[in-house]
């Protein structure tokens, strides 16, 4: 059984340490941030794989404004016994002015020889083509700023497979995006 964590840091407290401790356990882990102005967000995260058998599904999405800085450390070790354990590890981060920044560190800690570890990280701005498509079709430059951010974040939205749970953190995000952007 999957156990799915959903965070929107700053609104909840962020995870923290997790274990993964007893065989089999599986764990998906999604995290929204939302910053603006001058905010200082931190994303701690930590999983330990402790059993064999467990698996780690590790997905961070930020939008970034103005002059803030996201400092995103996200560590899975996968400890010594822990046998056939699998992670992926995606971190995302769009930055909406040159101001922001992002400072991702994505650490794999593996002392075991037979498991699957993965990791990824990508921050950059709007695609300045997409921006350019929606905006030659008549989109208005918001409207086509909205589109993008709006289909960067559902990727992540659309990871949470409770439905209630997916409505309540896109209502939390829609109501800091339109604060923040």
Known sequence: MITERVFVFDQNTPPGDIVLDEPGASLRLIGFA??????????????????????????????????????????????KGAKGSRTRLETRALLLSPLARAKTKPVLEIDENDVQASHAATTGPLDPNALFYLESRGVSTDDARGLL?????????????DHKERNEIQAQLQSITRYAL
């Open 149 to 161: 951010i709006w289909g960067f974040l559902a990727e992540g939205l659309n990871k949470i497979s």
């Open 34 to 79: 939302v910053g603006k102005d001058s905010d200082q967000i931190a994303v701690p995260v930590h999983i330990h794989h402790k059993a064999p058998n467990t698996t780690s599904e590790i997905y961070l999405k930020s939008v970034l404004s103005g002059s803030t800085v996201r400092d995103g450390e996200a560590v899975v070790t996968i400890e």
